[in-house]
C-alpha cells in the first residue's frame, strides 16, 4: 500500500544528529527518538506516529533512535504494533551483539542494513555469529585500501614508536607476568581465567601508562614544532593525563580533555572550536572512537590502545576523514611497548602477546605511504622476538 516506516539506530547523541543532518540533505525529514532529550515524551510521538502509519494518515515515518532506546522493552512494544514494510538501519551494528542491545532485532523489520568498520566482537563469537545471521551475512565489504584509491578517505603515514619500561615498571611486570604463566596454557597460545585476566588487566595498565612514553611524547612534540593542530591524542586517565596536559600546556599548545561523562554542551563546544582550529588538539580518554566526524583532523597520537581491534580501528578512522582539501595526509603516531622478559616461559607466553601486537602494527604499516620504512622495523622486532607473522 506504499507507507513505510524506517528506523535508524546509533550509539552516540552525535551520530544521531549526523543521520539527520544527512537525510536533510536529501530532502528527507526525521525524528530523533531518545529519553535522554524527550524523557518519556518519545513514547507517546511513537504511538502516534505509528497509528497515523497504520491508519494511512501518513505514509512514510523516519525514527532515529539511541541504542539505549532501540532495545527498550516498551519501544519494541511500540514498534512491534506497526503492520507494513520497513527498513531498519543499525549504524556501528556491532554494539547491537550484547546481550542486552540484540533484545531490538526483532524479526518484524523487513528490511535490515547493519553498518560498521569492526564487525567482529572482542571475545564474543556468539554476538558477532547473531549479527551476521539477522542481517544475512556481509552484503557490500569495502576496505580501507579500497577506500583510500577511490577517494573516499585520506592517505595516510603510520610511524610506530617504540618505547621501554623503566626498572620499577619492567620488575613489576615480570612479577605479573610469572604469576600469569601458572595460568596459562602453551598448547592454546593462551588461557582465559578470571585470575588470568584480572592479572593480565594489571600488567596492560603498567604498558598503557608507561612513564617512558610521557618522554617520547615531548620529543614528538617538539619534532612537529610543537604544532599539533588539528590532532587528537588518545590518553589514559589519571596522572598520565595531567603530564601530558602539563607538556601541551608549557608548550602553550590549547588542548581540552574530551570524557565521555563530561556535559554534552562542553564537548560539542570543544568540537566547534577545534574544527574552527581555536583549539589545536583534543585528548581524548576512552572515547572518541565512534560516530565523531571532523574532516580537518589529520593527526592521530595513540599513547594507549588496547588489543580489542574495535577501539584501534576505530581511532585510526577519526583521522582519515576527506576534507576540502585534496592534497591531505594523515598522521598516525602509535606507542608501542614490548617488553622483553628473561624466564622461558613467560618470554614464550610474551611472544604470543607481542605477536598480535605486530599483526595490528603490520595492518596499519601495509597500505601507508611509508610501507617500505615500516616493514624494515617490521622485519627488526620479528627478528629479535623470533616470529613469523605468516605461521
Known amino acids: 500500500d506504499g507507507k513505510f516506516m524506517s528506523v535508524i539506530v546509533a550509539p552516540s547523541d552525535s551520530l544521531l544528529k549526523q543521520w539527520r543532518e544527512e537525510l536533510q540533505k536529501f530532502g528527507y525529514s526525521s525524528k530523533i527518538l531518545q529519553t535522554k532529550s524527550l524523557g518519556d515524551k518519545w513514547n507517546k510521538i511513537l504511538k502516534d506516529d505509528i497509528f497515523n502509519l497504520n491508519f494511512g494518515v501518513e505514509n512514510h515515518e523516519i525514527f532515529i533512535v539511541s541504542m539505549k532506546l532501540f532495545c527498550d522493552e516498551r519501544f519494541i512494544e511500540r514498534i512491534s504494533k506497526y503492520k507494513g514494510n520497513s527498513l531498519l538501519i543499525v549504524d556501528e551494528v556491532h554494539n547491537a551483539g550484547s546481550p542486552e542491545q540484540r533484545k531490538g532485532l526483532l524479526e518484524t523489520y523487513s528490511s535490515r542494513i547493519g553498518l560498521t568498520a569492526t564487525p567482529k566482537r572482542h571475545f564474543d563469537e556468539e554476538g558477532s555469529s547473531l549479527l551476521v545471521d539477522y542481517f544475512s551475512g556481509v552484503v557490500i565489504e569495502r576496505d580501507l585500501k579500497w577506500g583510500i584509491e577511490n577517494g573516499k578517505l585520506s592517505p595516510y603515514n603510520y610511524h610506530a614508536i617504540e618505547v621501554d619500561l623503566n626498572?620499577?615498571?619492567?620488575?613489576?611486570?615480570?612479577?605479573?607476568?610469572?604469576?600469569?604463566?601458572?595460568?596459562?596454557?602453551?598448547?592454546?597460545?593462551?588461557?582465559?581465567?578470571?585470575?588470568?585476566?584480572?592479572?593480565?588487566?594489571?600488567?596492560?595498565?603498567?604498558?598503557?601508562?608507561?612513564?617512558?612514553?610521557?618522554?617520547?611524547?615531548?620529543?614528538?612534540?617538539?619534532?612537529?614544532?610543537?604544532?599539533?593542530?588539528?590532532?587528537?591524542?588518545?590518553?589514559?586517565?589519571?596522572?598520565?593525563?595531567?603530564s601530558i596536559g602539563d607538556i601541551l600546556s608549557k608548550k602553550n599548545i590549547s588542548w581540552r580533555r574530551f570524557i565521555s561523562d563530561d556535559n554534552d554542551e562542553d564537548k560539542k563546544n570543544a568540537l566547534i572550536n577545534f574544527r574552527k582550529n581555536s583549539l589545536e588538539t583534543i585528548v581524548a580518554i576512552n572515547c572518541?572512537?565512534?560516530?565523531?566526524?571532523?574532516?580537518?583532523?589529520?593527526?592521530?597520537?595513540?599513547?594507549?590502545?588496547?588489543?580489542?581491534?574495535?577501539?584501534?580501528?576505530?581511532?585510526?578512522?577519526?583521522?582519515?576523514?576527506?576534507?576540502?582539501?585534496?592534497?591531505?595526509?594523515?598522521?598516525?603516531?602509535?606507542?608501542?611497548?614490548?617488553?622483553?622478559?628473561?624466564?622461558?616461559?613467560?618470554?614464550?607466553?610474551?611472544?604470543?602477546?607481542?605477536?598480535?601486537?605486530?599483526?595490528?602494527?603490520?595492518?596499519?604499516?601495509?597500505?601507508?605511504?611509508?610501507?617500505?620504512?615500516?616493514?624494515?622495523?617490521?622485519?627488526?622486532?620479528?627478528?629479535?622476538?623470533?616470529?613469523?607473522?605468516?605461521?
Open 167 to 242: 626498572e620499577d615498571e619492567m620488575f613489576e611486570y615480570s612479577k605479573l607476568s610469572r604469576a600469569m604463566a601458572v595460568e596459562y596454557d602453551e598448547k592454546k597460545g593462551f588461557y582465559q581465567s578470571d585470575k588470568y585476566d584480572q592479572l593480565a588487566r594489571k600488567r596492560a595498565m603498567i604498558v598503557k601508562k608507561a612513564q617512558n612514553k610521557i618522554v617520547e611524547f615531548d620529543n614528538l612534540v617538539s619534532e612537529l614544532d610543537n604544532n599539533l593542530k588539528g590532532s587528537f591524542i588518545f590518553c589514559p586517565d589519571g596522572e598520565f593525563l595531567t
Open 288 to 391: 572518541l572512537n565512534e560516530g565523531i566526524d571532523v574532516p580537518s583532523a589529520h593527526t592521530a597520537i595513540i599513547l594507549s590502545s588496547s588489543s580489542n581491534p574495535k577501539e584501534y580501528i576505530q581511532r585510526r578512522g577519526r583521522v582519515l576523514r576527506t576534507s576540502d582539501d585534496p592534497n591531505k595526509i594523515a598522521e598516525i603516531y602509535d606507542f608501542v611497548c614490548f617488553p622483553r622478559l628473561d624466564d622461558d616461559k613467560t618470554n614464550r607466553m610474551q611472544k604470543t602477546l607481542v605477536k598480535n601486537q605486530l599483526k595490528r602494527f603490520q595492518e596499519f604499516s601495509s597500505i601507508a605511504l611509508n610501507s617500505n620504512y615500516n616493514h624494515k622495523i617490521l622485519e627488526k622486532i620479528c627478528d629479535e622476538w623470533d616470529i613469523r607473522l605468516d605461521e
